[in-house]
C-alpha cells in the first residue's frame, strides 16, 4: 500500500515509490537523492513531531513534514 512519508513511524522502513512534488521542491528532493527504488529509515522525529530525521545511502537527512507529504513510499515488511 503506498502512503505518505509522514505517516511511518521511527525505526520503520520503507522504500520511496514515486516524488509528487514539481518544480524546485521536486528537484531539490531529487538532489538529496530522494529518488524512487530508495530505502529510508525513520531515525527520528522532533519533540512536535517536524522535523523527521531519515536515514538512507549512509547519510542523515532531515526534512519537514510538508516535503515529506510530497514522497510517496511502501512500508518494507520487518524482518525476524
Known amino acids: 500500500m503506498q502512503k505518505s512519508l509522514r505517516t511511518l513511524g ?3 522502513k520503507a522504500r520511496i515509490t514515486s516524488i509528487t512534488a514539481c518544480g524546485e521542491m521536486g528537484r531539490r528532493l531529487r538532489d ?5 527504488g530508495t530505502e ?3 531515525v527520528g522525529r ?7 530525521a531519515l536515514r538512507l545511502r549512509d547519510f ?3 526534512l ?4 515529506a507529504d510530497c514522497i510517496m513510499i511502501e ?3 520487518e524482518k525476524s
Not at 538529496?32 to 524512487?36: A, K, P
Not at 522532533?46 to 523527521?52: M, S
Not at 519537514?64 to 516535503?67: I, P, V
Request: net charge negative; no cysteine.
Open 46 to 52: 522532533a519533540p512536535l513531531k517536524d522535523p523527521v
Open 64 to 67: 519537514r513534514n510538508n516535503e
Open 75 to 77: 512500508k518494507m515488511e
Open 40 to 42: 529510508v529509515e525513520v
Open 32 to 36: 538529496m537523492g530522494l529518488v524512487t
Open 10 to 12: 521511527v525505526h520503520e
Open 60 to 62: 542523515t537527512l532531515t
